[in-house]
């Protein structure tokens, strides 16, 4: 089986900065997309970015400009650098892998526990 554990969530003022981490762990032979998402109570799980194997990333429009996700294959591990943040950003942040385990000819999603971010004004 696949883990994904994340890390670096917290209580942070507007304006400020955190790190989220994703850590993939298990039978892994290769992992394809690797994204977060987030959910806000009451909201639907929205993607909020998301970096294929080669490095080209999407962003929601909401984010674009203070939020960079990067990952390092030989770990396989993402990170989202979250900068300026707003208030309506606070949420539960879920990473989510696209993963080829080994032995396998088809790939599977895997996702995270979720770690929350919390922005006040």
């Known amino acids: 089986q696949v883990q994904l554990v994340e890390s670096g969530g917290g209580l942070v003022q507007t304006g400020g900065s955190l790190r989220l981490s994703c850590a993939a762990s298990?039978?892994?032979?290769?992992?394809?997309?690797m994204g977060w998402y987030r959910q806000a109570p009451g909201k639907q799980r929205e993607l909020v970015a998301f970096?294929?194997?080669?490095?080209?990333?999407n962003y929601v429009d909401s984010v674009k400009g203070r939020f960079t996700i990067s990952r390092d294959n030989g770990k396989n591990t993402v990170a989202l650098q979250m900068n300026s943040l707003k208030t309506e950003d606070t949420a539960g942040y879920y990473c989510?892998?696209?993963?080829?385990?080994?032995?396998?000819?088809?790939?599977?999603?895997?996702w995270g526990q979720g770690t929350q971010v919390t922005v006040s004004s």
């Open positions: 298990g039978s892994i032979f290769s992992i394809n997309t």
């Open positions: 989510k892998a696209n993963v080829r385990r080994r032995g396998e000819v088809r790939d599977y999603d895997y």
């Open positions: 970096i294929i194997s080669s490095g080209s990333t």
